[in-house]
């Protein structure tokens, strides 16, 4: 759900200086003081806390139970999975991601809001009921249930069930990020290029593309990080079958619930680890957003 | 490299004369590609999302009204659309205040660590919600580092109610500080100069001028975090105990209707919950359009 509250259009902080300076923009400092210990107070207790607890219970049993946790058969395979899903769906979301702005941003239509809405649904669609959805079609129970089983093949319970409900919920990611952008930008550079008697390939990978690569990769990013993390979705469709549809999170489920604590979270602190390494590059990016933009109005 | 090729986008219309010089109608199809792109975008929404939930509600309709009401009202479904609705508007209102002070003291105050705070918001955007969920669950059993010291005070958090409130403040947490952060950021400072010349005492100016300001970011941070909260179900099953009539979230009762192949059960609450969706992804677009529309006046000068 990153998408919809996009901070790439957030200004980078620090300018805070401005506010304490001017007297009518700052508070007593007993009032500033009691806002910052409740909000830091509240932040480390509901942000902090889980996150050092993770690390905290993967390392409890020493070293070697944590590197036998990731090394171990079923885990590796986990982590095969979650790549291979993430392989096909980021590049799958990423495509019409582009299509999508492009035929929303650069051109006029009717109906543009209520298709920009639609895009925004799996958002906001429980991730249990988008893995249900999928059951629905092709469980064998589902609509095609039968003809999948007549012609020998699987999607629930097997890996195509499990990329597709990872497309389902990372589907928004990258055409959210770039609606708005491509939108901002306006078509004035595009039109040029056209008029001067550039091809609509050249005018994108030269003219758009240049334009919009930090909230694409922003995109990209935001999109990675939910399809190797997923969990409700894919855990409806999969089937926790060990070694063969199991996720790293799937893999963390099946762990924790056989009281292997120590593994569970040694397997769950690799997500830990994936999370804070997206946090660091989804920065990296703003930063360099926030830099060319400077860089494009001087 | 490129920035001094490509015009900014501001300076672009000036810029760009001859662009511009066209009548209107011959602009608007200038740029190539429409239909191509357009038909993709068209085919993929329907073939991964607009398809597949429609499936929710043909399935449901084609049991008939009696089914799908028998099966979404039973006493044990209800309770959980209590807990679901009633915790998540619990954590959303919670959140709405933690999140407004967050926003505000990274906005207006300087503070050591300031950069760590502002990036490390999103880790619930981040982490893997099953992930969360355990470690939540560590945190607050009995033996985790709080819930050992509730203990003694009689208060349980992990396995009851409580839990799954904690799980749900959790993960609605940034969008609140996401929403209002950057309308934070974009206010002018002139208005409370304005009333604090007035006379305006400090409190009077946040209540009657910066509030109403915040109020569409707010508000629509707000439903963000309460749609998040409704469906959410990795971070809550493994601290909820899903206690029958207790602590079952309705995405639970999703679950456990599948699991005992029972078909029509899980599509009449998944629709219950659709609707839920749709009314609320209307709301939220609403409240985007008039919050972008006041800043849009606000931004003027």
């Excluded at chain 1, 893999?251 to 680890?273: C, G, K, P, R």
Aim: contains cysteine; charged residues 15%.
């Amino acid at each position: 759900m990153a998408g919809i509250v996009s901070s790439l259009g957030v200004p980078q902080s620090g300018s805070a200086g401005r506010y304490e300076r001017n007297p009518a923009t700052r508070e007593a400092p007993w009032v500033r003081i009691t806002l910052l210990t409740l909000g830091l107070a509240f932040f480390g207790l509901f942000l902090i806390m889980p996150l050092v607890a993770v690390f905290h219970e993967a390392l409890r049993k020493g070293w070697e139970v944590y590197i036998a946790a990731l090394v171990e058969a079923d885990a590796v395979s986990a982590v095969k999975l979650t790549l291979i899903a993430a392989a096909i769906s980021v590049p799958l979301n990423l495509v019409f991601g582009v299509s999508a702005a492009w035929a929303i941003a650069k051109h006029d239509f009717r109906g543009k809001q209520l298709l920009i809405t639609f895009i925004d649904l799996p958002f906001s669609v429980s991730p249990v009921v988008a893995g249900l959805v999928y059951v629905l079609l092709f469980g064998a129970q589902g609509w095609f249930g039968p003809w999948l089983q007549a012609h020998d093949l699987k999607i629930i319970f097997a890996v195509p069930g499990i990329v597709l409900a990872t497309i389902f919920v990372t589907f928004p990611f990258v055409a959210r990020e770039l609606i708005p952008l491509m939108q901002a930008q306006g078509r004035d550079e595009e039109e040029a290029a056209t008029v001067l008697g550039a091809s609509g390939w050249q005018t994108f990978w030269r003219v758009t593309l240049p334009n919009v690569k930090w909230g694409l990769l922003y995109g990209v990013i935001l999109c990675n990080a939910r399809a190797m993390g997923e969990f409700g979705a894919v855990s409806v469709v999969s089937g926790h079958i060990r070694g063969y549809t199991n996720t790293l999170p799937l893999h963390v489920e099946i762990l924790y619930n056989e009281y292997q604590f120590a593994a569970a979270f040694a397997v769950a602190s690799l997500l830990a680890l994936l999370a804070l390494v997206t946090l660091v590059l989804k920065q990296f990016v703003e930063w360099n957003a926030h830099r060319s933009l400077k860089e494009a109005s001087t | 490299m490129t920035s001094h090729v490509i015009p900014s986008p501001a300076a672009a219309p000036h810029a760009l004369p001859a662009a511009d010089a066209g009548p209107r109608r011959a602009k608007r199809r200038v740029l190539p590609g429409f239909g191509p792109s357009m038909g993709f975008t068209l085919f993929y929404l329907s073939l991964i999302v607009l398809i597949p939930l429609s499936a929710v509600f043909i399935k449901s309709a084609g049991h008939g009204f009696e089914a799908f009401w028998a099966a979404a009202s039973t006493p044990r479904v209800v309770a959980s659309y209590k807990l679901s609705f009633g915790l998540s508007l619990l954590a959303a209102s919670i959140n709405l205040v933690f999140g407004l002070i967050l926003a505000w003291s990274l906005v207006r105050y300087e503070f050591f660590g300031k950069k760590v705070v502002d990036a490390l918001i999103d880790l619930p955007f981040a982490l893997p919600t099953a992930v969360a969920g355990i470690a939540l669950t560590a945190l607050y059993a009995g033996n985790g580092w709080l819930g050992s010291l509730l203990a003694p005070w009689g208060i349980k958090v992990a396995f009851t109610p409580l839990g799954i409130l904690v799980a749900l403040i959790f993960i609605g947490l940034p969008f609140i500080v996401r929403t209002v952060q950057p309308v934070l950021e974009d206010m002018e400072t002139e208005l409370e100069e304005a009333a604090a010349a007035l006379g305006a005492h400090r409190w009077q100016t946040f209540r009657l001028v910066v509030l109403p300001t915040l109020m569409p970011a707010l508000l629509t941070g707000f439903a963000l975090a309460f749609a998040r909260a409704v469906g959410e179900y990795g971070s809550v099953i493994f601290i909820a105990g899903n206690l029958p009539m207790v602590s079952e979230i309705t995405p639970l009762m999703i679950i456990s209707k599948l699991e005992q192949y029972d078909y029509v059960g899980a599509t009449s609450i998944a629709a219950v919950m659709l609707v839920f969706s749709f009314v609320l992804l209307l709301a939220i677009n609403g409240l985007q359009a008039w919050s972008s529309r006041r800043n849009g006046l606000e931004g003027r000068k």
